[in-house]
């Protein structure tokens, strides 16, 4: 099984996110512990790929240019 790179968990990440969820649902769906996603899910924060809700996370604008644009170099064979 090939280990994911950390670009392909932010990816993951956010598109779990995208209509919003918990942070149990993003572990499980992302399948990583809760310390590391606790780490991604700061990080997503501070360069506003991700924003916090009362209800729990939800990928920006930004983070779906992320997507969009990871999906993008994928089919390049870049990603």
């Given amino acids: 099984m090939k280990r994911r790179e950390s670009m392909d968990i932010c990816r993951d990440i956010l598109q779990l996110t995208r209509n919003g969820a918990i942070k149990t649902r993003i572990v499980y769906g992302a399948n990583l512990n809760f310390e590391i996603v606790k780490g991604y899910l700061s990080k997503l924060l501070s360069l506003g790929l991700l924003e916090e ?22 089919r390049f064979g870049l990603m």
Avoid: V
């Fill in 53 to 74: 809700s009362r209800k729990g996370y939800r990928t920006t604008e930004k983070g779906l240019d992320f997507i969009e644009s990871y999906e993008e170099l994928s």
